[in-house]
């Protein structure tokens, strides 16, 4: 059973399948210059910590999970960090002006463009702009998905 399981509930940066208590997390020092929401992917800072996405080249660290107490979270905050692994799944923020159904292949945004924030993600590839990867979206709301490693 789904820790979130019922998407007219869900919250970006929620853990799905998997469950808290074995979900793989890592808690890392956000170094960003202004706040971020649970639910955005992130990389990792080469100093320590992790940082926004601003490169195709960037690693990937996971995506930001919500807190009991929070979504939203400020420079040199600790973050929770999830690593997505087979039978794990997260709920993430899908970007702007973009429609995601189960099975879509998930891309994620590392350069802005127009509406599309970093560490949203995006269905099709946007050559220089977004980080191909083997996640795989399994359920959709409107502005939220489920993703997964098959």
Request: charged share 25%; no cysteine.
């Amino acid at each position: 059973m789904a820790y979130a399981n019922s998407t007219t509930r869900t919250f970006a940066g929620e853990v799905g399948k998997g469950g808290l208590a074995s979900a793989k997390t890592t808690s890392e020092q956000f170094k960003g210059k202004s706040p971020i929401q649970a639910g955005l992917f992130v990389a990792i800072d080469a100093t320590g910590g992790v940082k926004p996405l601003s490169a195709v080249t960037d690693v990937i660290a996971g995506v930001i999970v919500r807190s009991l107490i929070k979504d939203d979270f400020q420079p040199n905050d600790l973050v929770d960090v999830m690593h997505i692994t087979q039978g794990d799944s997260v709920w993430v923020t899908v970007g702007k002006g973009v429609s995601v159904v189960r099975g879509d292949k998930v891309y994620v945004r590392a350069v802005k463009n127009g509406d599309k924030e970093v560490g949203t993600i995006d269905k099709a590839e946007d050559s220089g702009k977004t980080i191909a990867t083997d996640f795989v979206v399994i359920n959709a709301t409107e502005h939220l998905a489920e993703i997964t490693r098959l």
